[in-house]
């Protein structure tokens, strides 16, 4: 289908950029120098715009502007915005407009493609039967991994290549990123699919069974070893281990595993000969090894064996590009698995919600949430009332009595949020803050982070006004995140909120006095 782009951006380097890639995808683009001029060109041919790619930060009619304008039109085109580097807030804002995707610039011109795609709904029906076909199995397939982002590109392009070996690789990277998830696909890209793909936790198993569990024991080989065990590299015979959490592996299991990975042989506990197993060894890591190894808990020779091939899987919160379509499948998919009647949408306020939020827990995490909120939804759509858990940790949402969730910012389809800055003399505090809020307390002409030890009266100021200025800042500078705000005060969380009592002050908006 070759469908019709109309790309909104000011900048004429840009322009010719994604025209390019537009045409490189078999798609017509359209090309307007601005706001006005877009919203001029689609009033006039609306039924023949099959998607918006629009930039956010233009003179005259900015982003969101235009977006607004685009709701008041009637039509639901769905809308592709572009962002500079770091421009979550904006994004936010954007999805919460109702834009359908966003894609950081520079974009490369696949990720454009992918975006486009999705919008077309063309790869979210694909989605939709992938979604349903990989349910939960074991059996996973690099397309099954959901990703946008140009760090996730590299990560499947690295991992790819890695399959068409068995040199060992090592994935890197904090819990529930999705390591497992690529450690299979591997596997399933490999000369090895089909065969065994067995996983150990070696973080879960008590340190004097690991050696059993992994290489097996003969019956009689220790007290209580009534029976004949098959050991996990047996069991991966001519398939694949995945080594979970290796930086947990004792160190005299080290030594073993190392003569193993060495030899290709397995002495199983008590047996009298040693035995040949054909293995490919992926292991996984949430701990930084060489620091591991520095501390002397990790084996080097090990650590040099393992680590041939590493691959870093980046947290969620470094891919913010991922979250939409994560979301959208993951919505398609458990609500498959929960067998619904019709397929679940998710509402641009709560797309907003969950690309806002940081995920500390990564795609787990994510993947939990979303089933809590699949399995309690009664519309078609989720919305921020179904994530009260997350609304309550991103600042700027509150939650009432009823459960309502209300976010402190205008509301959808208002007017635009992209304030120009004011001139700001300190361009890194600028950077961090809301403006508006954050300029309230301080005069133009001091800093802002640094509080005065005197008073307008000349005198020195009281601890507590100090200490009152201090929790205001750092209530804005961690973006209302209690626990850090509490650890990097040096207080404990219910003094900061007894504090928080006494001086009035909102989390929220902490620069706002309580009503
Ligand atoms: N890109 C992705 N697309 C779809 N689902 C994903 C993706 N990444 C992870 N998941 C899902 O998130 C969950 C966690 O992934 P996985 O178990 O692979 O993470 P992990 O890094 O191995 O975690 P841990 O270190 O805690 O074992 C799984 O259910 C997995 O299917």
Redesign the pocket.
């Known amino acids: 289908m070759v469908a019709q782009i109309l790309v909104v951006d000011d900048d004429p380097v840009q322009r010719r950029l994604l025209k390019h890639a537009i045409e490189q995808h078999g798609h017509e683009p359209h090309l307007a120098e601005n706001g006005r001029v877009g919203l001029e060109y689609l009033k006039d041919v609306v039924d023949r715009i099959d998607v918006v790619v629009l930039d956010l930060m233009m003179p005259e009619m900015n982003g969101l502007e235009f977006m607004a304008a685009l709701a008041d039109l009637g039509t639901d085109i769905p809308v592709i915005v572009q962002t500079g580097q770091g421009g979550i807030e904006t994004v936010v804002e954007a999805m919460r407009a109702g834009a359908f995707d966003f894609v950081v610039k520079p974009v490369s011109p696949e990720r454009l493609g992918s975006a486009i795609g999705n919008a077309l709904k063309l790869d979210q029906k694909e989605a939709r039967a992938k979604a349903g076909r990989r349910s939960r199995s074991s059996h996973v397939r690099f397309s099954?991994?959901?990703?946008a982002s140009p760090a996730?590109d590299r990560v499947i392009d690295l991992a790819r290549r890695a399959a068409h070996s068995d040199i060992p690789v090592v994935l890197e990277?904090?819990?529930?990123?999705?390591?497992?998830?690529?450690a299979k696909a591997i596997q399933a890209a490999s000369d090895r699919s089909g065969k065994p793909f067995i996983t150990v936790n070696c973080g879960a198993i008590p340190a004097n069974l690991v050696e059993s569990i992994l290489f097996g024991h003969e019956k009689g080989a220790f007290t209580g070893a009534t029976e004949r065990h098959v050991g996990k590299f047996a069991e991966a015979d001519g398939g694949t281990l995945f080594l979970?959490?290796i930086g947990d592996l004792p160190l005299d299991t080290q030594v073993k595993l190392l003569r193993a990975v060495q030899s290709g042989e397995i002495e199983t506990v008590g047996a009298r000969q040693t035995q040949k197993v054909d293995v490919r060894l992926i292991s996984?890591t949430?701990k930084d090894l060489i620091e591991e190894v520095k501390a002397g808990r990790f084996r080097e020779d090990l650590y040099y064996r393992l680590n041939v091939y590493p691959i870093a899987?980046p947290s969620l919160r470094k891919r913010k590009e991922?979250i939409p379509v994560?979301v959208r499948?993951l919505a398609e998919r458990l609500a498959h698995e929960q067998k619904l009647p019709q397929p679940l949408g998710v509402s641009p306020r709560a797309l907003a919600l969950l690309t806002a939020y940081d995920w500390p827990g990564?795609?787990?995490q994510l993947?939990n949430a979303m089933f809590r909120a699949v399995v309690l939804a009664q519309g078609h759509e989720l919305d921020v009332e179904d994530f009260p858990q997350i609304a309550a940790q991103v600042p700027g949402y509150s939650i009432n009595a009823e459960g309502a969730i209300s976010w402190g910012g205008p509301a959808r389809h208002q007017a635009p949020m992209l304030v120009e800055k004011p001139p700001r003399v300190f361009p890194d505090f600028a950077e961090r803050y809301d403006t508006q809020e954050a300029a309230v307390p301080v005069s133009a002409d001091k800093t802002p982070d640094i509080i005065p030890s005197l008073g307008d009266d000349g005198d020195v100021r009281t601890l507590a006004e100090v200490e009152e200025q201090l929790i205001r800042f750092a209530l804005k500078f961690y973006h209302g995140q209690m626990s850090q705000v509490a650890r990097k005060l040096g207080i404990g969380r219910s003094t900061l909120y007894r504090k928080l009592k006494d001086y009035d002050i909102d989390p929220d908006h902490p620069f706002r006095d309580v009503a």
């Open positions: 099954d991994i959901v990703s996730m990277g904090e819990s529930g990123v999705g390591k497992e998830m690529v979970d959490e996984a949430n899987i991922d994560l499948a990564n795609i787990r993947e």
